[in-house]
């Protein structure tokens, strides 16, 4: 009798430690670049448009009567950060009804998992970037090396190129640019204020991250052409304000020095656009030849 008891506990403690140790999936975040855990304090970029994000994370708030838009989260720590410049700003953490991500890196999705627990929110993410958002990364090209860099997500909605996310009187259009991920993406949309109405660009800029030669990337077979499609279409973008995934590229600290006043136009910025866009066709061109002659 006591024998058969021993047992069953036995196997139940062995049971338990399996069980916890698949669902507690570990998570090991790359090294952390400084300036993506650094506080900066949160503003308001134009109309119901507000910066929350760190000294080099973009994230995004956008406020409306039926709650709030939250775009990127920064790393798994930067979560913390984010609720508190969004409290900050006198907003509530809670009203968060959607979570937009543009990529699937731990330095913008790592603090989703944990967001959308905290606050209820529905993750939509580009349909491209699904499998690696619940795979915590694991799947990704590049950054699958690392193996779990961030807490999986399984998004609540899909998109696809030109897909609208609808909330209160805001309507954000998705634009599909892969190339960074396969799912990377860009979104569109009209803020005003009680002067002028901004149509805002919170691009995704299509860095180039991995080593190999493009034709040695075989699980991403379409990289070289979707970059190549990315930095066609990006050309092609109307709007006045330009935001981006890292404060880095479109120069943050210098458009908005921390405690400056409101001022949407200073983030008007086509010619900023231009030059961050030819770099990175250049550098996109020089890729191309180094692969060739390889
Ligand atoms: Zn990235």
Known sequence: ???????????????????????????????????????????????NLY???????????????????????????????????????GFNFKDIKILLVMHAHFDHAGGVADIKEQTGAKVIADAADADVLEAGGKTDYEMGKYGVSFKPVKP??????GDIVKL???????????????????????????SRVYRVLIANMPS???????????????????????????????????????????????????GSAYNPSAFIDQKGYDEELNELQKKYDDKLKKDAEQ
């Not at 609540?156 to 190129?161: E, I, M, Q, S, T």
């Not at 990337?217 to 935001?243: G, S």
């Open 208 to 258: 180039i991250i991995t080593d190999k030669k493009f034709a040695d990337v075989t699980v991403y077979p379409t990289i070289r052409q979707d970059y190549a499609y990315t930095l066609n279409a990006m050309k092609n973008i109307q709007f006045d304000i330009w935001l981006a995934a890292h404060a880095s590229q479109f120069n943050l600290q210098q458009k908005h020095p921390s």
């Open 51 to 89: 910066y929350v994000g760190t000294y080099d994370l973009g994230c995004y708030l956008i406020t409306t009567k039926k709650g709030n838009i939250l775009i990127n989260t920064g790393t798994a720590v930067s979560a913390t950060l984010i609720k508190n410049s969004i409290e900050q700003l």
């Open 168 to 194: 209160g009187n805001m309507q954000i259009t998705m634009l599909h640019h892969p190339g960074h991920t396969k799912g990377s993406c860009s979104y569109l949309f009209t803020v005003k204020d009680s």
């Open 156 to 161: 609540d909605r899909l998109l696809y190129d």
């Open 1 to 47: 009798m006591h024998r058969n008891l021993f047992k069953i506990a036995f196997s139940f403690i062995i049971t338990t430690f399996f069980i916890t140790s698949i669902i507690a999936q570990e998570v090991h975040e790359p090294k952390i670049d400084s300036d993506w855990v650094k506080p900066y304090p949160p503003f308001r970029i134009a109309g």
